[in-house]
C-alpha cells in the first residue's frame, strides 16, 4: 500500500498492484506533507500546513487521535520504530514535539533557531536528527531531549534527511545543491555530492546501494553505488578523512554512499555543468603552444575613487599610501579634474591634519615645490576664517610657515652666493679686446735661443 497526501488537504492509501484507491480520508485543510504508515499497517500518520497531525485507522477510516498544538506549518514527522505509539513532529514554528498515540497533548518539545524543514528518528529510537536552517543537530531523547552534537557543514537550507540502515551514517540534501554524509560517531562530513539545481529531498534505499534525489527543476535522479566500493568498508574513508582529502562518494565505500553510473556517455551540450569544466584538467602535450592567460591589474584604492569621481576619498587614499610620487600625482589629476577644492573642502581636523602635516613635509622639495605651493595657496583660503579653533592645526600652520620663512632665507642667502661668484668669475676672466703676449719660440734641449747670442756672432752665423 501507499499512502499519499495533496494540496487540498486529502489523503489517500492506493494499493500498489492495481493502483486502485483503497482509502480517502478528509480532515486536512491545506496541503498535506507527510504520510506514513505505522509498522503494523493498522494506522497511517498525517501532518499538514494547517498546523495539525492526525493519526488515522485504516480499517474504520476515521480518525484516531488529532494532535494540536504548533502554531506554523507541520513539514515533517516519523514515527518511532521501537514504539509505533510514540510520533515526533517538525515545524516551522521552530519547534519539534514528541506526542503519545493515547494523549493528545504533547509529551516533549525540543527548540531550535530557524523553521524546522526535516527530521529522522535512528535506529533504535533513542536519537533523533534533526534540519534546522543550515544547520543539522543530533538529540538524545530518552535524557529528555539533549542535544549531542550540532554541524553546520551546509551554506543554504537543509531540506531533506535520511539515514542509512545501520544508523551510523546520515545524509543530508540542501538547497546549496550538496548531499553531505556525516558519520555518526565522530559527526564529521565524510563525503558529498554536488547536483546541478537545489535538493528538496533524499532518501536510500533499504540496502544502501541506492541513492534517490528530488530537485527543484521536477527532475529525480538516482545514483546506485559502485560494487566494489561497498566491499571497501568505512576504513578507507577515515583514512581519506584524516588526510584531509575530500570525500568523493564513489571511492569511500561507506553504507548509503553511491557511484555515478559512468557506462552512460556524459552529455557535452551547453546545458551541463559538466561543459563549462571541460578541459580543465587537459596537460599539454610536448610541442603545443600554451597561451597563458593574461591577468588583470589590480587598481589601488584611490585609483578606484577617481574612476568614481570619489576625489575626497582618493586624496585620503594616497595620503595613507605614504609616497610622495603618488600623492603629488594625485594632486596634478585632481587639477585636471577640477576637483582640487571638492577634495579639500569640508574637512574636519582630524582630517585636515594630515594634508597640512604632508605639506609641511614635503613643500621644499624641488621636485614638489611648485604643485604644493598652489595646494597651500588654495588650503589658506579656504580654512583662513577658521584658523584658531584647533591647537593642532594652528601648529601644524605655524610649521609650515617657519619652513617658508627658513626656506625663503636660504634662499636669499643662496642669491648672495651667486652675486659675489659672479663678481669673482667676472675679475678672474681677461678683457676682451686685449692683446696677449706671443709665447716664447720653443727650442731643443741644449740648444740656446737665436736672439740670446752677441750681433756679431749672429751675422756670422748668417754669412755662412
Known sequence: M????????TVQIFDLGSRAVMRTFRGHQRAVHVARFTPDGSNVFTASDD??????DVA?????RRFDGHTDFVRCGALNPNSPKLLVTGSYDHTVRLWDVNSPKCIMELQHAAPVEDLVLLPGGGMLATASGNTMSVWDILSGGRVLQTVCAHSKTITSLCADASGSHLLSASLDHMVKVYELRRYKVVGSLKYAAPLLSVALSPASSHLVVGMSDNSLCVRRQ???SREAGAGGAEARSRNGEASDL??????GQVAADKSAPLPQDGSTYRYFLRGRNHAPQPGQ??????????LSSFDKALKSFKYHEAFDAALINGSPDIVVAVIEELVQRNGLRIALQGRDQHTLEPVVAFLVRQITAPPFAAV???VANLLLDMYAPVLGKSAAIDELFVKLRNTLEAEMRLQAELAQLMGAMDVLLAGAMPTVGAKQPLPPAAHQPGQEALGSRPAAEAMTVTER
Request: glycine share 12%.
Open 2 to 9: 501507499l499512502a499519499a497526501g495533496d494540496d487540498a488537504g
Open 51 to 56: 498546523q495539525r497531525a492526525i493519526c488515522w
Open 60 to 64: 474504520a477510516e476515521t480518525q484516531v
Open 226 to 228: 559502485a560494487t566494489g
Open 250 to 255: 564513489q571511492n569511500v565505500g561507506l553504507p
Open 289 to 298: 603552444m600554451v597561451v597563458e592567460r593574461a591577468s588583470a591589474n589590480r
Open 372 to 374: 604644493l605651493i598652489g
